[in-house]
């Protein structure tokens, strides 16, 4: 289930991810233009097998893995003076790979961040906005749902 909020500079996404059973779930965006990953507060291992590297993933390249329980902060540039703003949380705690992938057509070369958590009911949230280089003072993540 995703809820989708605009207040303006923000678009504000939420992802409800629920099963019967525990799983893996995974939440990704890419954008154009050169990606800065700011310094995310790190915690122990999470369970998780590492991502494949062969099929689709093979697309995926210039990995670097962490793990939080906080929010993960990334810019992109995505032109002169234009610049995409990602703040994301969760729930619990996220193992987050930064890397790159193609984009269309495929020798672009875009920022790619992939979040993911086990549970039988997670929510992811992030927060958009583009700046011109100073983003706003944003909103503070929550770490529920509502």
């Known amino acids: 289930e995703r809820r989708i909020g605009f207040a303006p500079p923000f678009v504000e996404l939420e ?3 629920t099963s019967e059973a525990p799983h893996r779930y995974g939440w990704v965006l890419h954008a ?13 291992a999470l369970d998780l097998p590492p ?8 697309w ?4 670097r893995t962490h793990t939080t329980e906080g929010a993960i902060c990334v810019d992109w540039r995505i032109a002169e003076r234009v610049w995409l703003r990602l703040l994301a949380s969760s ?5 987050v790979t930064t890397g790159c992938t193609p984009g ?5 070369r875009h ?6 958590g086990v549970g039988r009911e997670r929510i992811f949230q992030a927060t958009l906005e583009v700046h011109r ?8 993540l929550r770490a529920s749902g509502g």
């Not at 154009?32 to 122990?44: Q, T």
């Not at 995926?60 to 990995?63: E, L, M, S, Y």
């Not at 280089?133 to 503070?140: I, N």
């Open 104 to 108: 269309n057509p495929i020798p672009d």
């Open 15 to 17: 992802d409800l991810c």
């Open 32 to 44: 154009r233009g050169a990606m800065v990953v700011h310094p995310v507060d790190p915690c122990g």
């Open 91 to 95: 729930d619990g705690a996220l193992e």
């Open 60 to 63: 995926f390249t210039d990995r």
């Open 51 to 58: 991502l494949p590297t062969d099929g689709p993933f093979s």
């Open 111 to 116: 920022g790619t961040v992939f979040l993911r």
């Open 133 to 140: 280089g100073f983003p706003a003072r944003g909103p503070v």
